[in-house]
């Protein structure tokens, strides 16, 4: 509770600042929240004990845990020698991207923006996934043939608006969750894509926190941590 208090208070500075890059304080609260929710992610009775007794961030706190429970499930492990990162977008090019993407193909901004978070930490992860997908929006190549715009596919404002495009066409506009389906057929991945766009929509800061979140694996050894303080 006293975490998330104080990186709110540090979220709000750095916005007003409008920074490319997390403050260091941000960036240590940030990393210490995720690994909070990690934990009560992985263990489900801690979760049900703690949830309750957090009343004011409790809908966010439940909105994550549950959404990062069910992307670990349907994750397959990676080969860490293959898996590659780097930088971000600064987030105000981002949030542009994303605004971009709703006025010209109707999809919900805050939607664009949970599932670049959920496939590639914003770009973070630079890697190809499991099955080949390519890129911050993560698209495999027929469909960024049709989808993408005659863009690059590595290139976050290019992608974010193939998606954006993609998921016009799937039928977002009508059945959000219908399309969001149609990107990743998993009903766990449409629901934690959706409980992330719930809490990026309520908070503009939960954006930025989720934007300094680190880069975290899946391998067949067990979870790894790729980016942020400590890594070399």
């Known amino acids: 509770m006293d975490t998330s208090t104080r990186l709110h208070g540090e979220l709000d500075t750095w916005r007003r600042l409008g920074s490319p890059k997390p403050p260091e304080a941000v960036t240590l609260d ?133 998606a954006a495009n993609y998921l016009r066409a799937a039928g977002a506009k009508r059945d959000l969750g219908r399309a969001l389906h149609a990107y990743n057929p998993s009903r766990s991945y449409v629901d934690a894509v959706l409980r992330y766009a719930r809490e990026i929509k309520a908070a503009p800061e939960n954006f930025y926190d989720f934007y300094s979140w680190q880069v975290y694996v899946k391998t067949r050894s067990g979870s790894a941590r790729l980016t942020g303080p400590g890594i070399h």
Do not use: C
């Open 30 to 162: 940030a990393l210490y929240q995720q690994r909070l929710y990690r934990l009560l992610s992985r263990d489900v009775p801690l979760a049900r004990a703690t949830l309750p007794k957090l009343p004011s961030i409790g809908a966010f706190a439940r909105d994550v845990v549950v959404a990062h429970r069910e992307l670990v499930a349907i994750t397959p492990p990676l080969r860490l020698r293959a898996i590659r990162v780097g930088p971000a977008a600064p987030p105000g090019e981002l949030l542009r991207f994303y605004r971009e993407g709703e006025r010209r193909f109707g999809v919900p901004w805050n939607v664009l923006a949970a599932v670049n978070f959920v496939e590639s930490a914003f770009g973070k992860l630079r890697s190809a996934s499991a099955a080949g997908a390519q890129g911050p929006m993560q698209f495999m190549r027929s469909s960024w043939r049709a989808y993408g715009l005659g863009g690059n596919v590595h290139d976050p404002h290019d992608a974010i608006l193939g």
